[in-house]
């Protein structure tokens, strides 16, 4: 949770990647398809393709267009800037590059970033920060986009479907982090970039009950019933760690963070309270998380509960168990 000590700014600011190019070594540079560069999934995919060379540098062309009271002269905000971030988490890599203003009211601005291939390894993140002087205090970030782009040099076709990994370890002989939860067949890890589900292939049999393809009626019945199960888990435990990201107004109004967090919220919080908005369904529980509304945070769980077994399809999961159960109890009988 974080709250700012100074007046940030609200409203949209919206930003997007016009396009890519790449370049091969001693080669000019090539423009990227645009299938490859994905506005509804948010993804710049330069992942290996016979389309296209091994090239060794990138450049992305961005947009970002502010509110107009950014740049009201009577407002709080001085010297007000642009800035895009390209972070990646298993390299380090952190590149940052500042718009230049395009228009004759200063609230368009475009900006070129440039990537080198060697300094990514796999999907790096990309958010627009507004930075400016507040109360004489240079670079002071007054917004960030709700927006986040993904860069993937692994993929070849931009897709968000791998915002969710799952890692086959064995507890009992692997890290020492890992051994003291030996007996749990998994664990879920929500301090990344992306959630990260340990499957535990110490657990007697459980490795190769999930990892199984096809199998006899039981076998079948009782993986899809356990993968609902770990699902709802997942559910439960990203929803708790995005509602500890949330950043507050000097108003006290929750904002909905970046990356996953935010698309898990706002997954989850129509199921929570179908009758509300989600801006004020977030309201509710950053109340109830603070100990400030009349539910408590402890009856929140059960909205929670139900949330994430609906988004894991734990209702319609078990139900066709019960009935593939009960068809197989009759094949036995007979």
């Known amino acids: 949770m974080k709250v700012y000590p100074y007046r940030r700014l609200s409203g949209n600011v919206s930003w997007r990647v016009e396009s890519a190019q790449l370049k091969a070594e001693g080669e000019p540079w090539e423009d990227v398809e645009s299938k490859y560069v994905s506005t509804v999934e948010r993804v710049v995919a330069l992942g290996p393709d016979e389309d296209r060379p091994d090239w060794v540098e990138a450049r992305l062309r961005l947009f970002a267009g502010l509110p107009a009271k950014a740049l009201d002269p009577t407002g709080p905000w001085q010297d007000v800037k642009v800035v895009a971030v390209l972070t990646e988490r298993a390299t380090n890599t952190r590149t940052a590059v500042e718009f230049s203003s395009v228009s004759v009211d200063d609230r368009e601005r475009t900006a070129e970033l440039y990537i080198h291939r060697c300094d990514l390894l796999d999907r790096a993140s990309l958010a627009v920060h507004v930075v400016a002087t507040v109360d004489g205090v240079p670079g002071r970030v007054i917004a960030t986009s709700d927006a986040e782009w993904f860069v993937d040099v692994v993929e070849a076709a931009p897709s968000l479907a791998r915002e969710l ?62 993968l609902a199960q770990m699902c709802s888990e997942v559910w439960t435990a990203v929803f708790h760690s995005a509602v500890g990201d949330l950043e507050i107004e000097e108003d006290g109004t929750p904002l909905f963070p970046h990356g996953w967090q935010g698309d898990v919220l706002r997954e989850m919080l129509p199921d929570m309270y179908p009758e509300r908005a989600p801006e004020d369904a977030l309201r509710e529980v950053h109340a109830a998380r603070a100990g400030v ?19 894991a399809g734990i209702p319609r999961t078990l139900s066709t168990t019960i009935r593939d159960l009960e068809r197989l109890t009759q094949g036995d009988d007979a």
């Open 165 to 226: 990994d799952v890692k086959m370890v064995g507890f009992a002989s692997g890290a020492s982090r890992l051994q003291r939860f030996k007996d749990s067949p998994w664990l879920v890890d929500t301090t990344g970039r992306i959630p990260v589900v340990r499957v535990n292939t110490d657990f007697d049999g459980l490795g190769d009950l999930i990892g199984a393809d096809g199998g006899n009626g039981a076998e079948k019945t009782v993986r899809e019933l356990l």
């Open 293 to 311: 509304s009349a539910t408590g945070w402890g009856a929140l769980q059960s909205r929670i509960h139900f949330a994430a077994s609906r988004r």
